[in-house]
């Protein structure tokens, strides 16, 4: 066979792996993927007219025209013709065919060769973002991928069938989580440049004129999505940035320490990924600014990368008033811009042993997380098996004691990412329930919102919170202040030691008083209280 040939198969057989892991697992299970699930269900159930009156005492649907709400859309719509969990896997499918598909798109249009770093592509798809379960962002990550793409097509044949491709894909990005459209945005700009200083055009000898044209028309396409921008910032009181290096998150790229996903077990192959990644970024670097120094077309491409640069070394972890995380997510962007480097500078040989060193540790990792997603699988089914005692239009509190989940055994399931912080939220799927652990509806920025008389974030958590280890929180206040009687309580991996720890112990009081006891799973990790003399 000859090495195209050989690329061909390796490329499906990659994109087959990533699409087993979603689907092997009967759930795919994330920290909060159910609960976008759930509120994507509400949303279903809203829109066709069904238990308005039960949701609408609890919640309210906000229109705004924030980022976070594409998930939404994409998980409600297939839930016209399937169920619930297969919608969430139709829903990572099309996640992965959009990273998969871009990037590998992206890597053609910078050296269109029939390269073993084009494997590279694969290595991105499970990582630390998508395992805590946030959609949104894992989405516009792909999306990312494809606003540039489209972009390119753009600046190569000015037409307007491009440029509506261009601004469709700008607004699904935007809507979709509003980290990677800035840099998205950032991207294009810095292509303008590089296209233009290359002579990458159709007036050689007006390289000004074709930048500030091309300037003018990504200002014009993406003016309505920065004017929202800008109004969302200011709605969340402004960005609140105070910057200062942090050069350590250098250890951390080296060790692509956010490609960690499920198991601390992962750590070794994506090390020698990392090291692999920052080594031959190196050398392209070193071929491209020594001997010798020409502007290329795709220099963009190292613009915006130093721009993304400043970003992941020196913002703080938090700010918008909020935990963004901002170090597991920028990672992904020094990852994708930085291989696209790579691939459009190195020598054929050093990529082609480069892109074989990554496939392994992609296959590696896949052998490494499935087994983990499958004891996930079986034990949410175990915790959700306490839906089947439930009565419709119940409102439940869950009061999670493992949110790393525990197997059949009582071992960590995840010893990295809590996998189970709301893994019951998929039985809003079977039937119509209120989870008081919603905490997308606390946000402000999802499309469903607490209302202020039912908000259990407010009248219900206590101490360090419903959602904190042990969890703190008083039912008696919250059904005074509410009117509201809460059905049921789940206690997932309780054991008599959290009597012991904070104040758990005031909250077991309410439950032994006011509940009795009405399943217990065979493994004991799930039990069921009902609220006396309902």
């Known amino acids: 066979m000859s090495r195209r040939q050989i690329l061909r198969v390796l490329l499906v057989a990659g994109f087959a792996c990533c699409l087993a892991q979603v689907w092997i697992p009967g759930y795919y299970l994330t920290g909060d993927g159910p609960c976008h699930l759930y509120n994507a269900g509400i949303l279903h159930d809203i829109w066709g ?42 829903m990572l499918s099309v996640y992965i065919a959009l990273l998969v ?72 990005t935007f809507f979709t989580q509003l980290l990677p459209f800035v840099f998205g945005v ?44 800008f109004w969302f910032v200011s709605k969340e009181h402004g960005l609140g940035l105070q910057l200062r290096h942090h050069f350590f998150r250098f250890n951390e790229l080296v060790s692509l320490k956010y490609l960690i996903s499920v198991s601390l077990r992962e750590r070794f192959f994506t090390t020698l990924s990392g090291v692999t990644l920052v080594t031959l970024f190196v050398i ?29 070394f020196f913002f703080p972890e938090n700010f918008l008033s909020r935990a963004i995380l901002i170090t597991m997510r920028v990672q992904l962007f020094m990852f994708i811009l930085m ?34 997603m499958l004891s996930a699988a079986e034990a949410c089914t175990d915790y959700n098996s306490a839906i089947n ?17 525990l197997d059949a055994k009582g071992k960590p399931i995840s010893d990295c990412n809590y ?25 402000g920025y999802f499309p469903l919102i ?20 042990p969890p703190g929180a008083d039912i008696d206040a919250y059904e005074k202040a509410t009117g509201t009687t809460i059905n049921y309580v789940v206690l997932w991996c309780f054991d008599s030691s959290f009597l012991n720890k904070g104040h758990y112990a005031e909250l077991n009081q309410q439950i032994v008083r006011n509940y009795h006891e009405i399943y217990t799973s065979a493994t004991k990790r799930t039990i069921l209280y009902e609220r006396n003399f309902q």
């Open 339 to 372: 291989a696209l480097a790579i691939a459009a500078v190195l020598p054929l040989n050093l990529k082609n042993a480069g892109g074989g060193v990554v496939f392994i540790c992609f296959v590696c990792l896949s052998g490494i997380r499935l087994p983990v």
């Open 101 to 172: 598909g871009g990037f590998y798109m992206l890597m053609k249009k910078v050296r269109n060769e029939p390269s073993f770093w084009m494997l590279v592509i694969f290595l991105p798809v499970f990582n630390h973002t998508l395992a805590k379960g946030f959609y949104n962002f894992t989405l516009a990550t792909a999306f990312f991928t494809w606003l540039v793409l489209s972009w390119l097509w753009f600046l190569e044949k000015r037409s307007n069938r491009n440029a509506i491709i261009f601004f469709c894909f700008a607004g699904l």
């Open 389 to 405: 005692f439930m009565k419709p239009n119940s409102v439940v509190l869950p009061l999670d004691f493992s949110p790393e989940g």
């Open 450 to 469: 607490w209302t202020n008389e039912k908000n259990p974030y407010t009248h219900l958590s206590k101490y360090e919170g419903i959602e904190a280890q």
């Open 186 to 229: 950032i991207t294009c700009f810095g292509l303008v440049w590089s296209y233009a200083v290359g002579n990458v055009h159709t007036e050689p000898s007006r390289p000004f004129s074709f930048f500030l044209k091309n300037s003018l028309a990504l200002g014009i396409f993406t003016a309505p999505f920065l004017a929202l921008m």
């Open 49 to 90: 007219g069904r238990h308005t009156t039960f949701y609408s005492a609890f919640y309210r649907v906000m229109y705004d025209p924030n980022p976070n709400w594409f998930s939404h859309i994409l998980l409600s719509l297939p839930m016209y013709f399937v169920s619930g969990i297969v919608a969430e896997k139709l």
């Open 419 to 443: 996998l189970f912080s709301h893994a019951l939220h998929y039985g809003g799927m079977k039937k119509p329930l209120i989870f008081l652990d919603n905490y997308e509806a606390l946000t």
């Open 284 to 312: 392209a670097l070193c071929r491209r600014f020594i001997g010798g120094f020409r502007f290329n077309k795709h220099d963009g491409l190292l613009l915006s990368l130093l721009a993304v640069s400043v970003v992941y």
